[in-house]
């Protein structure tokens, strides 16, 4: 799979505005703020395909991308303080809760959560929910450019035991230095190409082989 075969394809501010689920999805969600935009840039190797910003909230709709035509990334819409309104917010969860709840492309979430902090409820929640669910999910811990390697791997442990995860089950990453990236292409490729032996047959069409 190339991931640097990416186009911008579509924002949807309702679940009617979602395209058709002919790929397999992968989705990312975070924290307000929490480096988001700049994982999936260095993820498709791009410097500016997702849209970076200091301001918290600026992604309000979900975002598709789409890889090599056979994968859509779907940037979702940050959690936490982004400064918008209460109603704005609700309307996030409601379009989110959906998507997540319904989509039957869906092959894992992406759970962005930074390294050089201590386990929010926020994020503790929405992996709890995941598995409540019963979706499969990847934590990736970012801004580890941030921490000394000591330091990452501290931090990494605790983040680990708060939500009862193997050091396996997760990735260090850093957009700034490219710490990471290969193991989450790695990690999606093989969570793309399991998703298209394990979901509903005729979704979406088979792709060449990995």
Not at 115 to 143: F, S
């Amino acid at each position: 799979m190339e991931f640097g075969k990416v186009e911008f394809l579509l924002s949807a501010h309702t679940s009617r505005q979602m395209p058709p689920p002919a790929h397999a999805e992968i989705a990312f969600a975070g924290r307000s703020n929490v480096g988001k935009s700049s994982l999936i840039n260095r993820l498709v190797g791009r410097t500016n395909l997702v849209k970076t910003s200091g301001k918290p909230g600026k992604t309000q709709s979900l975002n598709y991308f789409l890889v090599d035509n056979c994968l859509y990334l779907v940037d979702l819409p940050g959690y936490g303080f982004a400064r918008v309104s209460q109603q704005v917010r609700q309307q996030w969860r409601g379009l989110i809760s959906d998507y997540i709840e319904t989509r039957a492309t869906l092959a894992c979430v992406v759970v962005i959560i930074d390294l050089r902090h201590e386990l929010k409820t926020l994020d503790r929640e929405l992996i709890d929910w995941l598995r409540y669910l019963g979706k499969p999910m990847l934590p990736v811990y970012t801004k580890a450019d941030k921490l000394s390697r000591n330091q990452q791997e501290k931090n990494g442990a605790a983040l680990d035991a708060g939500l009862t995860l193997n050091a396996s089950e997760r990735i260090l990453f850093s957009a700034q230095t490219g710490q990471g990236v290969e193991p989450l292409r790695r990690r999606l490729a093989a969570v793309v190409q399991a998703a298209e032996a394990t979901l509903i047959p005729g979704t979406f069409p088979a792709t060449d082989p990995i």
